[in-house]
């Protein structure tokens, strides 16, 4: 079985400063990561993922994230953040395969204030 | 437009009064899912679909039905709704099939249920 957890509920920063949200993982096997944002009052949209390849993956809107395998972490960073990535963030795992679901973390709210 | 739509966005209803939630989409998607959220819940899987006539619980099943008759929608049934299923609902789809475009959802924008 897979889980994810994300270490923090709540991330307050001010504009401009950079942000890490936090995500780790456990899974038996090769796994899929991936971050989606919600909005205000909207649904869910994936901000970027990874799949194999390079552990450093960018992402929409100047956010990136490091896999690290031997901390089976998932790390989202952006080094300058504006008021509109007032969201929040979820962070989400997949064993792989074509038929595979999502497990998702219970979220990060990023408040981000002037 | 690629989109996935669920209706109805707002919902309140009373205990026992059946209810359904539409959800459609027009990517020819093989994987369909539903989805609460719940505050500090994070979301949970209800029950997914992986092709026509092909479904399966999720994580939270209980007091919901779904069926998959045709591959664009994926209709979720509160046969007898009870106030614990007050919550925000979203459908999601997927390709399946290969890792470049697997497990990459995309959401409808969600269905908020009050039962009273």
């Known amino acids: 079985a897979q889980s994810v957890t994300q270490l923090d509920s709540q991330v307050p920063v001010f504009e401009e400063a950079p942000v890490e949200l936090r995500c780790n993982y456990s899974s038996s096997v090769s796994v899929y990561l991936f971050w989606y944002v919600q909005y205000p009052n909207q649904g869910l949209q994936l901000l970027l993922k990874y799949l194999s390849g390079s552990t450093l993956v960018k992402g929409i809107n100047g956010f990136e994230a490091e896999f690290n395998k031997s901390q089976t972490s998932f790390h989202l960073r952006k080094p300058s953040v504006h008021i509109s990535d007032t969201a929040e963030y979820f962070c989400a795992v997949s064993d792989g395969g074509g038929y595979s679901t999502l497990t998702f973390g219970k979220g990060t709210m990023l408040l981000v204030s002037p | ?116």
Not at chain 2, 28 to 48: A, K, V
Request: net charge positive; charged share 20%; glycine share 8%.
């Open chain 2, 1 to 116: 437009e690629a989109q996935v739509t669920q209706n109805p966005r707002y919902l309140i209803t009373v205990t026992g009064k059946k209810l359904t939630v539409t959800c459609s989409q027009n990517m020819n998607h093989e994987y369909m899912s539903w989805y609460r959220q719940d505050p500090g819940l994070g979301l949970r899987q209800i029950y997914y679909s992986m092709n026509v006539e092909v479904t399966d619980k999720g994580d939270v099943p209980e007091g919901y039905k779904v069926s998959r008759k045709e591959k664009r929608n994926f209709p979720l049934i509160l046969e007898s709704p009870s106030p614990n299923q007050t919550s925000l609902y979203f459908c999601a789809s997927s390709r399946t099939g290969g890792a470049s475009g697997a497990n990459v959802l995309t959401f409808g924008a969600g269905s908020r249920l009050t039962v009273l």
